[in-house]
Nanobody
C-alpha cells in the first residue's frame, strides 16, 4: 500500500497562488493514477484534478485554466499548482493514489483557506 503525505496548504488572499505537493512511498509510483480531491465546508469530497501514469490530465470544470496537476516520477511526487484562487476554493485538499489493480490510498489532507 502506498503512503501519501500532502504539504503546501495555507492561507492566501483571493487571486493568489499556492502549490500543493504530495509525496508517495511504498509503491511503484510511476504506474499509479494520481488525483487531487477537495472537501469544502458542508460539501462532499470532489475530484479536482487527475493525472495518469502516462501524464494525461483531467480537471473539474471549476478549476480549468487555473489549476495545473503535474508529477515527477523521479521524486515520487505529484503537484497541484493553484492560481487565481477564489474564496470557493477553500477546502481540505487530499491526494489519492490508485494503483493498476485498483487499490486506493489517501493522504491525510492539507487545508487551503482563501480569504476575500
Amino acid at each position: 500500500q502506498v503512503q501519501l503525505a500532502e504539504s503546501g496548504g495555507g492561507l492566501v488572499q483571493a487571486g493568489g497562488s499556492l502549490r500543493l505537493s504530495c509525496a508517495a512511498s511504498g509503491s511503484i509510483f510511476s504506474m499509479n493514477f494520481m488525483g487531487w480531491h477537495r472537501q469544502g465546508p458542508g460539501k462532499q469530497r470532489e475530484l479536482v484534478a487527475g493525472i495518469s501514469s502516462g501524464g494525461r490530465t483531467n480537471y473539474a470544470d471549476s478549476v480549468k485554466g487555473r489549476f495545473t496537476i503535474s508529477r515527477d516520477n523521479a521524486k515520487n511526487t505529484v503537484y497541484l499548482q493553484m492560481n487565481s484562487l477564489k474564496v470557493e476554493d477553500t477546502a481540505v485538499y487530499y491526494c489519492k493514489s490508485t494503483d493498476p489493480s485498483g487499490r486506493q490510498s489517501w493522504g491525510q489532507g492539507t487545508q487551503v483557506t482563501v480569504s476575500s
